[in-house]
């Protein structure tokens, strides 16, 4: 979960809207609509004006397996889709109700060639992403269940109040039978 704002802030992304005359689109989401499905192309790179969003894909026993989470002031994508045209296997769930500011590839590309800052920034938020995916990965396979817990509460406490607990669990590659234990033994 990384916010963007330390890279590219909602008003900075209106800003550019006006003075490029780029049209974004914005989309509002009720608590528990579906907004990208499997097999869907994804066409935008979202930006969470104010909300909760959980993606999360299909695993092969039939499984929601939570992938990420974005809050205001997040960005999301499925890169695979947005960038690569290859088939989308994401999921993106609005947890409360939400609003998205909706970035088209085209304008997304002319927001970022208009100066080096603002390349620069989109790179760093891109190698951030990578990085915090990373290290979550291998903290399934370098930390305990408990330990990947206790870091959550501490980065994320915001997240325990609007994803339930199923989610989180998956979130940690854990059941939520252990995630109990967990939370019982704490």
């Not at 993606?55 to 499925?78: P, Q």
């Not at 938020?125 to 396979?141: G, N, W």
Request: proline residues 2%; negative net charge; charged residues 25%.
């Amino acid at each position: 979960m990384i916010r963007s704002y330390q890279y590219f802030k909602a008003e900075d992304l209106l800003h550019w809207n006006i003075s490029l005359q780029l049209d974004l689109a914005t989309a509002f989401k009720k608590r528990g609509e579906l907004f990208l499905e499997e097999g869907q192309h994804c066409d935008y790179f979202y930006y969470v004006l104010k909300g909760f969003v959980r993606v999360y894909y299909i695993d092969l026993d039939g499984n929601e397996i939570t992938h990420w989470f974005s809050a205001t002031d997040s960005m999301i994508t499925s890169p695979f889709s947005f960038f690569k045209k290859e088939k989308n296997i994401l999921y993106f769930e609005a947890l409360e109700d939400t609003e998205l500011l909706l970035l088209s590839h085209n304008q997304l590309d002319t927001i970022i060639s208009q100066s080096e800052s603002t390349e620069k920034a989109y790179r760093n938020l891109l190698a951030e992403f990578a990085m915090v995916l990373s290290r979550r990965i291998m903290s399934i396979h370098t930390q305990t269940a408990e330990d990947r817990y206790l870091k959550l509460i501490t980065e994320h406490p915001l997240l325990f109040q609007k994803a339930k607990l199923s989610h989180i669990a998956s979130f940690l590659g854990i059941t939520p039978q252990s995630l109990s234990r967990i939370r019982k033994n704490i």
